[in-house]
């Protein structure tokens, strides 16, 4: 097993008790750079969250915390730590900085990421239960990585941009429910969302795959996101695939007429419907590595005696009648004819 050598820290910003640094491990013989955010709720007595984000191709890991994935004030107020680790140069591809390596090389950052979870988690109290990833076109398709190859210790990653090559997902060693989000454009010229050329999986497989492993409903539940801004020349949907294993889920946001872009209210350029650093959180903290935290699911086959009826069924608000344990809005139908309708756990 590879292992960490040293460990170097270089403080840039301090505020209270909020750290923004960089630190260094040197790794696989390589010197590897990542930021590091401790928010100001940490406490030594509380396990705490990770959220990895990943820059793109090509990119950096300052640039993407400051002008896409800028997660620290959620981190704030959530309480999560953040790691933003970069890529090193690929000497097959012009030196660009890429998590995954064109031929021929040997080079795996999954080993890396490995790595940065013992470090911080040797030196801060880590929820090891709640580590996510995510991560923006190179990125995202690390982030797929990480949840087939690292999944004992990833809890469930976004891909805001991010394809998946064919192949991707026949060595995973799956052990646990793993939520997943996708997040993409179906005019994206980079990572095409039904790509035609046989390089990458349609994100229609991406998502029947996960959904497929976590065994949800097959069909997800559809809803329009509302079309704040005009001017962007995009909508999005969102499909959620629910009442998986633990109650995990597995969501789409399917931005319409959108690019290779990180969607934000403030961008000048991308979908400004969505902001994908909320949609990414509000997501991935739901969920822990048994599932939806606090899935107090209930039986529906069970048979109620109240009142001297009894439960025929359980039913979707379109009729179809559910057989498995439920997160989700259901109508109860009873031998008398009566009907409830409420939120079930």
């Known amino acids: ?69 800028d997660f620290r004030s959620i981190s704030d107020t959530a309480g999560f730590i953040l790691i933003y680790p970069q890529a090193l140069e690929d000497p097959n591809d012009d030196n660009s900085t890429n998590w995954l390596h064109k031929e021929p090389t040997d080079h795996k950052d999954i080993f890396f990421v490995e790595e940065l979870v013992n470090v911080i988690s040797n030196k801060y109290n880590i929820d090891l239960g709640r580590i996510y990833a995510c991560g923006y076109s190179l990125g995202g398709m690390f982030s797929y990585e990480l949840a087939c190859q690292l999944n004992h210790k990833i809890t469930g990653v976004a891909s805001v941009a991010g394809a998946a090559f064919l192949g991707a997902f026949g060595s995973c060693e799956l052990s646990h429910p793993t939520a997943i989000l996708t997040i993409n454009g179906t005019e994206d010229g980079t990572h095409p969302y039904d790509d035609q050329n046989g390089w990458y999986f349609p994100v229609s497989e991406i998502n029947s795959y996960w959904s497929t492993y976590n065994n949800t409903d097959p069909d997800p539940i559809i809803s329009q ?26 969501e789409e946001l399917k931005i319409i007429n959108g690019g290779h872009d990180w969607p934000s209210p403030i961008s000048s350029w991308g979908n400004q419907d969505i902001n994908a650093n909320l949609e990414i959180w509000n997501f991935l903290s739901k969920f822990n590595m048994d599932g939806l935290i606090n899935c107090n699911v209930t039986n529906i086959l069970e048979v109620e005696n109240s009142n001297n009826k009894k439960l025929i069924g359980f039913f979707d608000l379109n009729g179809k009648k559910l057989n498995k344990k439920i ?3 259901a109508i109860k139908i009873f031998d008398d004819g009566s009907i409830e309708k409420k939120y079930y756990k």
């Open 1 to 69: 097993m590879k292992k960490i050598l040293s460990l170097f820290i270089i403080i840039i910003f301090t505020c209270s008790s909020q750290e923004l640094t960089t630190e260094s491990i040197l790794f696989d013989g390589n010197n590897r750079e990542f930021i590091l955010y401790i928010p100001q709720s940490y406490s030594e007595s509380t396990p705490t969250p990770i959220l990895f984000a990943f820059h793109g191709g090509s990119g950096y890991a300052d640039d993407f915390m400051n002008y896409e994935a």
């Open 327 to 329: 997160n989700s809005i």
């Open 225 to 250: 996101v509302e079309d704040i801004s005009n001017s962007d020349g995009s909508t999005v949907e969102r499909y959620s695939w629910i009442n998986g294993d633990g109650c995990v889920q597995v």
